[in-house]
C-alpha cells in the first residue's frame, strides 16, 4: 500500500512534501508514537511540513517492557497532548498480520501479540496502525527528509546495536525488511558493520566504513537501490566516515533524527497502513 497517496480528509498526506519547517501551517495533522527500548516518545505530526507541532514527549519505557504496560505507557503520551484522533505507532518488532514476531530492546512477551487489539483496546477503541520502528522512519525520510526529492527504490538503513532497514519505490513501503541479518562473505550483516561492532572492536570510522562498504555492495547487487540514507546515532557524524565508502550508490545521512518514526507512525495511520 502506498504511504503517499491516502484519501484525502483533514488528517491526509499532501500531494508534495516542502520541505521541514518549524511550525504548523494548517488542521493537516496527525499524531505519532515511537517505542524503544529506552523511551515511548510521541507528538502531533503537520503533514504539510513533517514536522512536529510544539515539542515530543517522552515516557520512560516501562520494565519489564511487557504488551499491556507499554500499551500504558503509549496511553500516556497521547493523553498528554489530549488527542483524540488515530494514532500510528512503531514497535521494534517484525509486524505481519497484525502480530508482533520478534522483539529487539523490548520484552519477549511482544512476540506473538496481537498489536493492534492491544493498542486499540488501550486507546479506547480508535483507529491504530503498528508497524516497524525503522519502516516508519524510512517513510518520513524518504517524504520530507533526506529522501523527498529521490525517485526509484530508497533504503533507509539504521546504525546502532544492529542494522535496521526500510525500503520504498516511489514512496510505496516494502514492509519488515529486516536487512541486517542478510549474510555478507558468510556474516550477518549487523554482526559486522553495526555501529556496536565499532565500537566493541575500538575501530576507527575508516576501518569501520569498510565493513559497511562491504554490506553496501551486497545490497546494490541484489536491490540496484538509487539511494542510501543512513540513520542512528552514528550518522550524526557522517563526515568521518561517508567520505571512506567505496560503494557506488549514493549515500546520505538522515535529516529527521529523532521526530522520524514518530512522523512516520503518524504517516501510516493517516494512510490506513496495515502490515
Known sequence: MS????????????????????APTGTNLGFGVDVGGSGIKGGVVDFDTGALVGERHKVLTPHP?????VAKGVREVVE?????GPVGITLPSVVTGGVARSAA????????????SLFSTALDGRQVSVLNDADAAGMAEDAYGAGKDAKGVIFLLTFGTGIGSAILHNGVLLPNTELGHLEVDGKEAEHQASSKVKEDKGWSYEKWATKVSAVLITYEKLFSPNLFIVGGGISRKAD?????????????P??????????????????????
Do not use: C, R
Not at 504511504?3 to 518549524?22: F, K, M, N, R
Not at 517492557?65 to 504496560?69: G, L, M, V
Not at 566516515?241 to 546520505?252: A, D, F, R, S
Open 105 to 116: 530492546n523490548i520484552d519477549k512477551g511482544w512476540i506473538g501479540t496481537e498489536v493492534y
Open 3 to 22: 504511504a503517499s497517496t491516502p484519501e484525502q480528509s483533514d488528517t491526509s498526506l499532501p500531494e508534495s512534501h516542502p520541505g521541514i519547517q518549524t
Open 80 to 84: 498528554h497532548f489530549s488527542w483524540s
Open 254 to 275: 538522515a535529516t529527521l533524527q529523532n521526530t522520524a518514526g514518530i512522523v512516520g507512525a503518524a504517516m501510516a495511520v493517516s494512510a490506513g497502513l496495515k502490515v
Open 240 to 252: 568521518k566516515w561517508l567520505p571512506h565508502l567505496t560503494n557506488t550508490v549514493p549515500v546520505v
Open 65 to 69: 517492557s511487557t504488551p499491556d504496560a
